[in-house]
């Protein structure tokens, strides 16, 4: 259990289009997703805590226009990356916090293999 | 200060070592910490929670110094398969994980 998937794994784009993340949990319903920013030699960077049905919470400095996330079910979370420029190129990542699933622990967050963003 | 720091390494060590890794942390109200393993170009795997008792997984040692404010995590009898970067996490309130930057590790034959 608690398998948390991301796609597209990795995605060229130009700069000025916008680009669109999908993170699912597959075999639990998590109540909790999480979004974060890895740039190369650097740390995890949480952008914004995501709960079903409700609007996500950013973190300090991170835009909300430009970073929009979606939680529309128990399983799936999206992160919009609108207008992207080359200092968006990243590793997003997204987590889960466990909800309802066997073999999944309600504290721990699960990640997503993540999503390599490269803008040209 | 930042709220989670870590020497970032590289630590070189032989096989069969022992080695230590220290974590900083400066909310003294923290509760609860994390240990991650991270491989090049991939996602955070759990390796250990810390606990205020310490908590030991085969190999894996991970204590908690509350005094000191620091988390710390002994490896024994290192693996090349051991090579990887471990991340120091730390849960804030409403679940959030704060990281480290982490230490890069890297065992030699």
């Known amino acids: 259990g608690a398998v948390v998937s991301q796609h597209p794994s990795w995605v060229i784009c130009k700069s000025g289009t916008s680009v669109k993340i999908e993170c699912r949990s597959l075999d639990f319903q998590a109540t909790t997703m999480f979004w974060y920013r890895q740039f190369p030699k650097q740390s995890l960077m949480l952008m914004a805590t995501?709960?079903?049905?409700?609007?996500?919470?950013?973190e300090q400095g991170v835009e909300k226009d430009k970073f929009l996330i979606n939680h529309a079910s128990l399983t799936l979370s999206t992160l919009t990356v609108t207008s992207a420029h080359p200092e968006d190129s990243s590793f997003y990542i997204c987590s889960a916090r466990g909800g309802q699933g066997a073999g999944v622990s309600s504290y721990e967050q699960y990640f997503g293999p993540g999503t390599r963003l490269t803008v040209t | 200060r930042k709220e989670v720091e870590q020497d970032p390494g590289p630590f070189n060590v032989p096989e069969g070592a022992t080695v230590a890794f220290n974590c900083t942390y400066s909310?003294?109200?923290?509760?609860?910490f994390f240990w991650y393993r991270q491989d090049c170009r991939k996602e955070p795997k759990l390796l250990m929670s810390v606990y205020s008792s310490g908590n030991e997984d085969g190999r894996f040692t991970a204590q908690l110094n509350r005094a000191s404010q620091y988390i710390s995590l002994l490896i024994r009898d290192s693996k090349l398969s051991d090579s990887a970067t471990y991340l120091c996490?730390?849960?804030?309130?409403?679940?959030?994980?704060?990281f480290g930057t982490g230490t890069r590790l890297l065992v030699s034959p």
């Open positions: 995501s709960n079903e049905g409700s609007k996500a919470t950013y």
């Open positions: 996490g730390r849960n804030t309130g409403f679940q959030k994980l704060v």
């Open positions: 909310n003294s109200a923290s509760q609860s």
